[in-house]
């Protein structure tokens, strides 16, 4: 059907979901390795396994998909990311000091595998992201980032649930602490891509991101200073 349709094949990001939906984990396992050999295993979160993470978040508030069923890909996806470090070297080099970046979950399971994409997009620099045990509310974090030597917090929440509780903890840190660095995370492809990231910023983010690679690169160009000037409060 596919050699003779005129219709495009289904993208990567597409056949990967729809493996998971059908519950066929091998196969979704298949699609990862086949995708890091082809193209490289730091592109594969926001290519394949983050806009699944987005799909299913919105097929469940549409009523396509039950909490059951966004719960399996879930699950599926984070044995992906077990498979993925499996196959990782990466490691910071030796005897340099790493930064510390709080890292939290604005909502739940897929907010938390997005920080865990970013721990391993990370691996190889001298940062460590730390993220809490357990829901914080607001009030606990302002109080993790005075108690501890943080050079900065980084919010993963992904669409398509709306920023408003990040943006409320945003502006709660950043009154708290003026020259912290707060990066927030709202990845997704361009289908459910935030308009716009400006109210993110208007709160008092530092750094709005719509794909891992790009919060990467912000903690890669800040490594530096990161190095010498930890937040301390």
Same mark, same amino acid.
């Given at each position: ?30 699609? !990862?390795? @086949?995708? #890091? /050999? ?5 592109? +594969?979160?926001? &290519?394949? %396994?983050? =806009? ?88 606990? !974090?302002? @109080?993790? #980032? /005075? ?5 900065? +917090?980084?919010? &993963?929440? %992904?669409? =398509? ?73």
């Amino acid at each position: 059907g596919t050699l003779l349709s005129d219709a495009p094949a289904l993208s990567e990001e597409s056949r990967y979901y729809q493996r998971l939906l059908a519950r066929d984990q091998a196969e979704a396992a298949d699609l !990862v390795e @086949e995708f #890091v /050999r082809s193209e490289s295993a730091e592109a +594969v979160y926001d &290519a394949v %396994l983050i =806009p699944a993470l987005n799909f299913a978040e919105r097929d469940r508030l549409a009523g396509r998909l039950t909490s059951d069923e966004e719960s399996a890909v879930i699950d599926t996806t984070r044995e992906m990311l077990d498979l993925l470090a499996d196959s990782s070297e990466a490691a910071p080099p030796a005897g340099v000091a790493r930064s510390r970046i709080l890292g939290i979950p604005a909502n739940g399971a897929p907010d938390e595998l997005a920080l865990r994409m970013l721990s391993q997009l990370l691996a190889a620099m001298p940062i460590h992201l730390e993220v809490p045990a357990g829901r914080l509310m607001t009030s606990e !974090v302002v @109080e993790q #980032v /005075r108690g501890g030597t943080f050079a900065g +917090v980084c919010i &993963a929440d %992904l669409p =398509p649930s709306p920023p408003a509780k990040t943006r409320y903890l945003v502006k709660k840190l950043r009154a708290a602490f003026p020259d912290l660095r707060i990066a927030v995370c709202r990845w997704a492809p361009a289908s459910l891509a935030d308009a716009t990231l400006q109210p993110v910023t208007d709160a008092g983010a530092s750094h709005v991101s719509s794909t891992a690679l790009e919060t990467r690169t912000y903690f890669a160009e800040a490594a530096q200073p990161l190095s010498t000037d930890t937040h301390a409060a």
